[in-house]
């Protein structure tokens, strides 16, 4: 999780062991084949590559 602090970004550290923070949600969700191999690859991709906003997916 991350949070700001004077402008700056800051990097919270927690125990997720097993678990991947979804991309749009922000939630920390179970690391499954599928999450890690094609959710969260094809999230990134439709955000950053093609300009879909988090609340159209």
Same mark, same amino acid.
């Given at each position: 999780?991350?949070?700001? %602090?004077?402008?700056? =970004? $800051?990097?919270?550290?927690?125990? !997720?062991?097993?678990? &991947?923070?979804?991309? $749009?949600?922000? !939630?920390? $969700? %179970?690391?499954?084949?599928?999450? $890690?191999?094609? =959710?969260?690859?094809? &999230? !990134?991709?439709? &955000?950053?590559?093609?300009?879909?906003?988090?609340?159209? &997916?």
């Amino acid at each position: 999780m991350t949070r700001e %602090k004077k402008g700056k =970004v $800051v990097e919270e550290v927690e125990d !997720h062991e097993g678990q &991947i923070q979804d991309s $749009v949600s922000g !939630h920390w $969700v %179970k690391a499954g084949p599928e999450e $890690v191999g094609a =959710v969260q690859i094809f &999230i !990134h991709r439709l &955000i950053e590559d093609y300009g879909y906003a988090k609340s159209q &997916i």
